[in-house]
């Protein structure tokens, strides 16, 4: 009996050792290579897997359905630029509200926000990058998304933009 339990205890063990894992996805290039890892973005045809750049006609046709797929759920990864001719440049903007609980006298804090811009300046996309106080990030990302900008260029033409913006608080 007790050799039983015992197996049954090792087998319980062994069972709750070999746990999967997350597998990334693996795209298939024309020429039969796989390509195995996410997509980061896609830029000008280019798509951005594991830090290698493919062409996306270079995939076969399942593929590139489902990188068109990946595309449309994630429009602000997509001909989204960091470097441009002509900087976007804020036309309106509002400032976050210090949260009561933290609005001290003396306190200070800061979030990062990485935003991505439309061709019209428009806010697409807010996520924190870093922050000292998760109590800022939400009204940080709130207010971020009603600003509004005039669109960076690239040759002359509005692009979509991802820049990073700061906000540092002081209370009091």
């Known amino acids: 009996m007790n050799i039983h339990k015992s197996l049954k205890g090792l087998l319980l063990a062994a069972t709750v050792a070999v746990t999967p894992i997350a597998i990334a996805d693996t795209y298939t290039l024309a020429d039969g290579t796989a390509v195995d890892g996410d997509i980061s973005k896609?830029?000008?045809?280019?798509?951005?897997?594991?830090?290698?750049?493919y062409p996306l006609d270079g995939f076969?046709?399942?593929?590139q359905g489902a990188i068109k797929s990946w595309s449309d759920s994630n429009p602000h990864f997509v001909d989204v630029y960091t470097k441009w001719d002509s900087n976007p440049v804020i036309k309106s903007s509002s400032m976050p509200k210090v949260p009561d609980s933290v609005n001290s006298p003396g306190f200070k804090g800061m979030v990062s926000l990485d935003l991505v811009l439309d061709q019209k300046g428009k806010v697409i996309f807010a996520k924190v990058n870093k922050?000292?106080?998760?109590?800022?990030?939400?009204?940080?990302?709130?207010?971020?998304?009603?600003w509004k900008f005039a669109p960076a260029k690239l040759g002359g033409k509005a692009v979509k933009a991802k820049l990073r913006v700061p906000f540092k608080f002081t209370g009091g």
């Open 42 to 53: 896609i830029v000008d045809g280019q798509v951005s897997i594991a830090g290698t750049s």
């Open 131 to 146: 922050s000292t106080h998760p109590e800022l990030e939400e009204v940080s990302v709130v207010a971020a998304k009603q």
């Open 60 to 63: 076969d046709a399942a593929s």
